[in-house]
């Protein structure tokens, strides 16, 4: 299907009519505007071609497949069909420039600020992603979110404990499989949302297109370092170098092009600065997202740290924190409500900042705070999954039920 809408475009790949301030980027961005302009019309050759084997496979047998190769080699699967010796002859080969030990080495003690990264995956990077009315479409039209917004944050935070996990970026480790596992439900809404008419191509592009998927980066490294550091929560020169360098190989094995994979923290600001000023309106539905993840989430998160009569302060406090992390600007259109909360808290992440920064250079109480960070993610997870009802890990593995989702699919 993809190969279709290709085909039946104009080969000059106008820019999707969403997108906005489209001369001044190229005005300030040069090449590199046109580069992410032209990705709008691509999602990823790969995972797409196996997705459309799916059709003569069974979904349930294509998966099973998947999982077994993620697990066991492609070796593991005699009858694979050619699309998924393909796309693991790319995920098994992998580039010379990755170095997981020294990722997971300059990452050892990130676990110290597991209570603050909870806080700002939902009021930081799954927020900026909403406030783009095309690249949320798909939830949107997946109906993913509205169903259980709860159920979702849980699944991304699944997949992120396991990826930044000691060793989860090895070959055969639950975090290679969840991000191949990401990629080939990428595929598949992308296969779904471009049979549906109200799809608009002119307007949005390829669903999950290369452009949007690239940004992803910047919601999980740049954007959370940026916001923890906010809150008080500084990160060390090594531990951001680490954080750049492991999502430029998990971009590698979602199938972001190597002409969008943002290699450090320059590519990454660059990019985030090009989405920023392109990035098509908010609407009705990016709002909903908002008030969604608020209200089942962040909100009752916030109750869980507030003694019982100061809870009437927990969503005032998160409108405060979105506001900190997202800018007045994006704040505006999202209509997040103004609160004096704001500068509070910016002025307590200031005094935090300099607590933690002072203890980050006692090795023992690095060592400490890391300890207890790692029991604080084991408990919260189990306290997440226990109040949502998920046990799944993403969403092709949840129960059938509620809005159908095109990973779910027929498990035969």
Known sequence: MVAEVFEARDDSRQVPTSLRRRDEARRRFGAAADTYFDAMWDGDPLADAFVADFADLGHGRAMRMLRTACRQG?????????????????????????DTARIDHGSR????????????????????????????????????????????TVEVGSWLVAVNAPGGLERFSEGFELTVRVRVIHALVRADLLRRPAWDVTA???PICQSYLAYT?????????????????????????????????????????????????????????????????????????????????????????????????????????????????????????????????????????AVNALLDRLPPMLALRTRLGQRFQAKQMERLRRDWGVQHDLVDASPSGGVPHPARGDQR
Do not use: K
Request: aromatic letters at 6%.
């Open 74 to 98: 492609i070796e593991a699967v005699p009858d694979a069909p050619l699309s998924l010796r393909a796309l693991f002859e790319h995920l098994d080969a992998r580039p010379a420039w990755v």
């Open 109 to 152: 003690h990130v676990p110290r600020y597991t209570r603050q990264a909870g806080i700002v995956l939902g009021a930081a990077s799954l927020l900026s992603g909403y406030a783009n009315s095309a690249a949320s479409r798909p939830l949107e039209m997946t109906g993913r979110y509205v169903e259980n917004a709860g159920a979702r």
């Open 217 to 353: 980066l910047i919601e999980f490294a740049l954007i959370p370092m940026r916001s923890m550091a906010m809150i008080g929560a500084p990160h060390l020169p090594h531990e951001r170098a680490a954080s750049y360098a492991r999502w430029r190989y998990l971009g590698h094995l979602l199938g972001i092009d190597d002409r969008l994979l943002p290699r450090d923290a320059a590519d990454q600001e660059r990019l985030e600065a090009l989405y920023l000023m392109t990035r098509p309106v908010v609407d009705d539905y990016c709002r909903s997202l908002v008030a969604s993840i608020n209200r089942e989430f962040l909100v009752p998160e916030v109750d869980l740290l507030l003694p019982g009569p100061a809870q009437r302060l927990s969503l005032p406090a998160v409108h405060a924190m979105e506001r900190l992390f997202l800018g007045d600007e994006i704040a505006d259109d999202l209509q997040i409500p103004r609160t004096r909360l704001t500068t509070v808290i910016r002025g307590l992440g200031a005094v935090l900042g």
């Open 204 to 206: 949005w592009g390829v």
